[in-house]
């Protein structure tokens, strides 16, 4: 009975020590900054799945860009041969993280055409720092020719998260997820970070014809 006794009081304590360390990831809050590395030259190299079959993609930061007047990093996505087939144009400090605008190539362009850039008026604004479970949205318009359309962007910090990739463990990890909803259409990406590393995993829902799409970390190097 005694040794009964002791076993349910050990359960017990690990169930408190497993709620209050749980309470104590929601309360937390996690500085992006962190999370993020965006000096000039940093690398992170991925095995992708899915999409149109397997291949090495390289995410790139490259040099800043002048957007009405604030700096913005680009941050590409490379194919094996080197082109430059989307990206993003943003910035990230302890009080906000701000995406400018995207790039993406159009089906059918050749490897070495320069992908188009897609300005957000006004940028979209996000805190620096947040919590688990915290969910915000930002209202952008963008212009396409003559026609111009408004985007909802929504960025939550869903979980901290133990993440397994072929360079390896990484753990605390935010789980970010990215949505942009415009019309009826909607794309969801969620990107893994590691601290002090930078992205480690993501995950693209399958949108129109393409199917989904994941990459894992094979590789990084961070730019002094």
């Not at 790139?60 to 990093?73: C, F, I, S, T, W």
């Not at 320069?114 to 979209?124: D, F, G, H, R, V």
């Not at 990215?178 to 992205?199: D, H, L, N, P, Q």
Request: glycine content about 8%.
């Amino acid at each position: 009975m005694k040794r009964a006794f002791v076993v349910s009081m050990g359960i017990v304590l690990a169930a408190a020590v497993v709620c209050s360390v749980s309470a104590w990831a929601q309360d937390a809050e996690y500085s992006l900054k962190d999370y993020m590395p965006q000096t000039v030259g940093s690398k992170w190299t991925m095995k992708s799945s899915g999409g149109e079959g397997d291949e090495t993609v390289t995410y790139e930061v490259l040099k800043a860009r002048d957007v009405n007047g604030q700096q913005a990093m680009p941050i590409v996505r490379k194919t094996a041969d080197g082109s430059i087939r989307s990206g993003t144009l943003e910035s990230v400090s302890a009080e906000k993280l701000i995406i400018f605008g995207s790039m993406f190539a159009r089906r059918g362009d050749q490897a070495d055409a320069q992908p188009m850039t897609m300005l957000y008026e006004p940028a979209a604004s996000f805190p620096g720092k947040m919590r688990v479970g915290q969910s915000e949205e930002a209202k952008v318009k963008v212009k396409r020719g003559e026609r111009e359309f408004d985007i909802t962007m929504k960025l939550e910090l869903a979980s901290v998260e133990t993440v397994t990739v072929p360079k390896g463990t990484f753990e605390d990890c935010l789980k970010l997820v990215y949505t942009r909803s415009f019309g009826r259409g909607e794309m969801k990406r969620t990107i893994w970070y590691a601290k002090g590393v930078g992205m480690v995993k993501t995950h693209r829902t399958a949108r129109g014809d393409r199917p989904p799409t994941t990459t894992e970390l094979t590789d990084y190097k961070l730019a002094q």
